[in-house]
């Protein structure tokens, strides 16, 4: 199983970014699948998520400015992030959650994107 993560890149405060995650199996096989991010000298943060129900769930500090989604059809969830702030800059990983039963999962992680936003 692999997640190419892409769309990562330098952008102005305020600009925008979509980043892109691309799944080799179904992305109906995680659930949920969602996106984090690491700044320098601090912990991995969950950003957003969403659940094979279409559901989906933000941190606090990207709510209305990000927004997670899926094309089922392309095996690929995206993360559109508008009015980028200079605490957005992270590296950001795709996560897939692939469960196999009640007490059985397993998390897949694409390789990082850098996002840089800076005047």
């Known amino acids: 199983v692999q997640l190419q993560a892409s769309g990562g890149g330098l952008v102005q405060p305020g600009g925008s970014l979509r980043l892109s995650c691309a799944a080799s199996?179904?992305?109906?096989?995680?659930?949920?699948m969602g996106w984090y991010r690491q700044a320098p000298g601090k912990q991995r943060e969950l950003v957003a998520s969403t659940a094979s129900d279409g559901g989906a769930n933000y941190v606090d500090s990207v709510k209305g400015r990000f927004t997670i989604s899926r094309d089922n059809g392309k095996n690929t969830i995206y993360l559109q992030m508008n009015s980028l702030k200079p605490e957005d800059t992270a590296v950001y990983y795709c996560n897939g959650h692939r469960p196999y039963g009640p007490t059985l999962s397993e998390h897949f992680w694409g390789q990082g994107t850098l996002v840089t936003v800076s005047s």
């Open positions: 199996i179904t992305i109906f096989s995680f659930n949920p």
